[in-house]
């Protein structure tokens, strides 16, 4: 496992879910982490309390990643409280749950651009720093629904499958740069998402039960750790696929 105790780590949307749990993840293998949020701001604090509670070195930061401004602000607030960032966890989403007749272009817009733009944007901005370094760990949520049919819609899929395009993209352009760039495409997590009616019993899943966010975590934590690993998507769907 690579050392991560001089490291500092972002994680967007980090403020509950799997977000969270990445977070406390990181900071327990004494990673610094900021914590962004876009909305939660409660819940972003009590990710950062958790951490400090526990000996570990953590910020909060509101931004909507969604947008270059407000990334460059914070990318800077970062750098210039923890220091410049190793470790970049590309998590913030939304998934609003539309059928084809009720999808706008209002929605497929704000899909796009919070769940994939928003991880262009992050990782334009810190790999010059991680380039000159020669060191780098980007790590994409992205979802079964990228290869699937999924339950939340079509434009859900589109924003994810390209996540995976955009992390195959970097990953080969970076890899002689020494950052690795993977994906981890959860499905049927138990999150706020699934819990808001994506789906109403884990009956369909193979092993029997949901996924835990702390179970994302550990696969991110793999390839955080895994200098040999790039270009990947990590599936962790209970048996309900196989990539």
Known sequence: MTDLTKKVALVTGGSRGIGRAVAVSLAGAGTAVAVNYREKKAEADAT?????????????????????????RLIAAVEGELGPVDVLVNNAGVGLIRGIDDLTEQDFDLTIAVNLKSAFLCTQAVVPGMRARQWGRIVNISSGAARGAGGIGPHYNASKAGMEGLTRGYASRLVKDGITVNAVAPSLIETDMVRAGLASSPARIPLGRFGTAEECADVVMMLVGNAYMTGQTV??????SFL
Not at 48 to 72: C, K, L, N, P, W
Not at 235 to 240: D, E, K, R, T, V
Request: glycine fraction near 20%.
């Open 235 to 240: 599936a962790l769907s209970g048996g309900m």
């Open 48 to 72: 950062a309390q958790s951490i400090r509670a526990a000996g570990g070195r953590a910020m909060v930061v509101g931004a909507d990643v969604s947008r270059g401004s407000e990334v460059a």
